[in-house]
């Protein structure tokens, strides 16, 4: 059960409530309270200490009963790991509460899955980015067919106070979640300077000039309208270091390696659609 924590007079009206105090909840939190929005956030967790860290950082509120809850949202967020998501709608459908507008971020985890687990509701798929917390984020969506027009919109523009939204067809997904990651980033950063670094260079100059190439670049590419391949030919003259360089790396497995991961982050999605799926009533 759910840890039951006194907290403050609930506020009025229409709320977001999340089921889950994660790092996604958090970096949400905290990217609202950064773009000025004013909606009611209710968050309800296990554990105590984690709600406490929550309700000082970004000023939600925290809840003492799941089904008081749900009584006060007016959109409900899932936002806990794949395998946690068929305990938690077994909680939210035993409190007999409304059906919902509700959010899925359990990645991996398909709209049919989550109709089983509670079939009343309006469901919705989004997969956020822990860069929202800045208000740089990317979030895909993706809606049932029973979710209507104005609730759309509600949930876009909910995601669209912290970055872009993007909405993308349930087939892709998996595809999406695995390539979106800001992880490639911090990922390719950490290689790039450590390469760097063992040819000499110091640690504070080597990420320097990794997260130059890496941030700087994509940034220019975003803004300049160019396309890939010109700003390609820009940045690698042909003989050139760069152009050199890229090629040696292209030639090590570079593109296959990189094809590679995106293949295995899919097969874990899939993974979790498999292990975690919720059986029809009979």
Not at 30 to 45: E, N
Not at 117 to 143: E, I, K
Not at 209 to 223: M, N, P, Q, S, V
Request: hydrophobic residues 45%; glycine residues 8%; proline residues 4%.
């Amino acid at each position: 059960m759910y840890a039951r924590i006194t907290m403050p007079k609930p506020s009025q009206g229409g709320a977001v409530v999340f089921l889950g105090g994660g790092r996604i909840t958090s970096a949400l939190a905290a990217g609202l309270r950064v773009s000025g929005s004013k909606k009611t956030l209710l968050v309800y967790d296990r554990n105590p200490g984690k709600l406490r860290a929550l309700i000082r950082e970004s000023r939600v509120e925290g809840v003492r009963d799941l089904r008081s809850a749900i009584l006060r949202a007016k959109m409900l967020i899932i936002a806990v790991r794949p395998q946690s998501v068929k305990g938690m709608l077994q909680e939210v459908a035993g409190c007999g509460a409304p059906p919902k507008l509700c959010v899925s971020l359990a990645a991996g985890i398909p709209l049919a899955t989550l109709r089983l687990g509670l079939p009343q509701a309006r469901w919705v798929r989004a997969m956020p980015s822990p860069v929202c917390r800045m208000g740089r984020g990317l979030t895909a969506l993706c809606f049932d067919r029973r979710v209507s027009e104005d609730e759309r919109q509600l949930v876009s523009e909910f995601f669209a106070r912290v970055g872009r939204v993007v909405e993308v067809p349930e087939q892709q997904f998996d595809a999406f979640t695995a390539t979106y990651s800001s992880s490639h980033g911090y990922h390719a950063l950490s290689t790039l300077a450590a390469a760097a670094k063992r040819e000499g260079l110091n640690t504070k100059t080597a990420l320097a000039a990794a997260a130059h190439a890496l941030a700087d670049g994509i940034l220019y590419w975003r803004e300049s309208e160019m396309s890939l391949d010109d700003l390609l030919t820009e940045a690698a003259t042909p003989g050139g270091i760069a152009a050199t360089t890229m090629a040696a790396m292209n030639r090590a497995g570079y593109s296959r390696a990189i094809a590679k991961g995106i293949e295995a982050g899919i097969r874990q999605a899939r993974r979790n659609a498999r292990e975690h799926a919720l059986r029809r009533r009979s």
